[in-house]
Nanobody
Framework: QVQLVESGGGLVQPGGSLRLSCAAS????????WGWYRQAPGKQREVIAT???????NYADSVKGRFTTSRDNAKNTVYLQMNSLKPEDTAVYYC??????????????WGQGTQVTVSS
């Protein structure tokens, strides 16, 4: 089994910054790709950032230039640095990973979600 645990959410004022972390644990052989998603009240979950095993990243237009994702392969951890936060960034943020276990099974794993609230 593979588990993802997120941390780093909270309340921040507009223009502020937060850094989310997501750590994978379990019988992991490798992690092919990570993704960050968010879901605001009354809206569908949307992908906002992805990072592959070679470090290639992609961002949704809504966060491009403000958010940066990075990964630490040795720690099986991914980060999302969020700068210049706006009230419309308020949502529950989820990490996702395509994890290959030592059994050879591919898991599509999700974190538990962490609330980010941007408000004055």
């Amino acid at each position: 089994q593979v588990q993802l645990v997120e941390s780093g959410g909270g309340l921040v004022q507009p223009g502020g910054s937060l850094r989310l972390s997501c750590a994978a644990s379990g019988s992991i052989l490798s992690i092919y790709a990570w993704g960050w998603y968010r879901q605001a009240p009354g809206k569908q979950r949307e992908v906002i950032a992805t990072i592959t095993s070679d470090g290639s990243t992609n961002y949704a237009d809504s966060v491009k230039g403000r958010f940066t994702t990075s990964r630490d392969n040795a720690k099986n951890t991914v980060y999302l640095q969020m700068n210049s936060l706006k009230p419309e960034d308020t949502a529950v943020y989820y990490c996702n990973a395509d994890v290959i276990a030592i059994t050879g099974i591919l898991y599509d794993s999700w974190g538990q979600g962490t609330q980010v609230t941007v408000s004055s």
